[in-house]
């Protein structure tokens, strides 16, 4: 059974940055598109960013282009979002999440492998 664990969240400011990175508990990144979601409270999860299997692609969701940038370790155990210019409407639970394709891809019914989740706080 692989697990994925996230760490990384916490409280920020507006315009702060932070770090998120998800490690895996055997080596199945390496094969696997990789994404972050998240979920805001009384919210549906929604997609974040994902790269693919060789770490070449990557998609992320219009709300949060060219300021999160994600990516993954050469050994294929972890991958990482890094977040700037982070803004109150970030705030959510962020999960990491394996896929059942090397395509990076941001349809939820592809990832079978989820972490438990990080909490992400931006205060205004």
């Known amino acids: 059974q692989v697990q994925l664990q996230e760490s990384g969240g916490g409280l920020a400011q507006a315009g702060a940055s932070l770090r998120l990175a998800c490690a895996a508990s055997?080596?199945?990144?390496?094969?696997?598109?990789m994404g972050w979601f998240r979920q805001a409270a009384g919210k549906d999860r929604e997609f974040v960013a994902a790269?693919?299997?060789?770490?070449?692609?990557?998609r992320y969701a219009d709300s949060v282009k060219g300021r999160f940038t994600i990516s993954r370790d050469s050994a294929g155990n972890a991958v990482y979002l890094q977040m700037n210019s982070l803004k109150p409407e970030d705030t959510a639970v962020y999960y990491c999440?394996?896929?059942?394709?090397?395509?990076?891809?941001?349809?939820?019914?592809?990832?079978?492998?989820w972490g438990q989740g990080t909490q992400v706080t931006v205060s205004s």
């Open positions: 055997r080596r199945i990144l390496s094969n696997n598109a």
């Open positions: 790269i693919g299997w060789k770490g070449g692609t990557t």
């Open positions: 999440a394996g896929a059942r394709t090397p395509v990076a891809t941001e349809q939820t019914e592809l990832y079978s492998y």
